[in-house]
């Protein structure tokens, strides 16, 4: 029982005071498994597919077409959402929390996302704000 009690307690610590990671992804990888590229290209989410993923900074990114993909490739650090994807509002005021592909803007050629259409009013109320105290927030917000 001892050695169940220290190995749950070892397993604790380490997940309390592990990094996040710089890109927010899920299960179904980052961005929840929706094209990066295709906000700049199409203007719109557009779901990925397995056939065209790579993996980039520890997490699975899904692309529509093998164009998007190569495109990805060869700049990815331009087609990524700002912050690791995370909701630019929360980065903004400090912290970290999950977004949703659907509520996304695209200003100054950077994609951003937010946790929801509601959060994003918000954001984009005092978008320019955000983004400028998110960039101050970032990446320390992960540490």
Known sequence: M??????FLLL????????KSPIYA????????YDPVAYFTSG????GQ??????????????????NLDT????????????GGYCAYAV????????????????????YLNYSIGIQKKW?????NFIKQGEANWPKVIE
């Open 92 to 111: 903004g005021n400090g912290y970290t929390y999950r977004s949703d592909p659907k509520a996304w803007k695209i200003v100054d050629n950077k994609l």
């Open 26 to 33: 899920t299960k179904d990888g980052a961005i929840k498994g």
């Open 44 to 47: 719109e989410p557009i779901k």
């Open 124 to 128: 984009e109320a005092n978008q320019a």
């Open 72 to 83: 990805f490739k060869a700049d990815p650090e331009k087609y990524a959402p700002q912050f």
């Open 50 to 67: 397995e056939t065209y993923s790579l993996n980039w900074k520890d997490a699975q990114w899904y692309f529509s077409s093998q164009e």
């Open 12 to 19: 604790f610590c380490l997940t309390a005071f592990a990094q």
């Open 2 to 7: 001892k050695t169940l009690t220290t190995t």
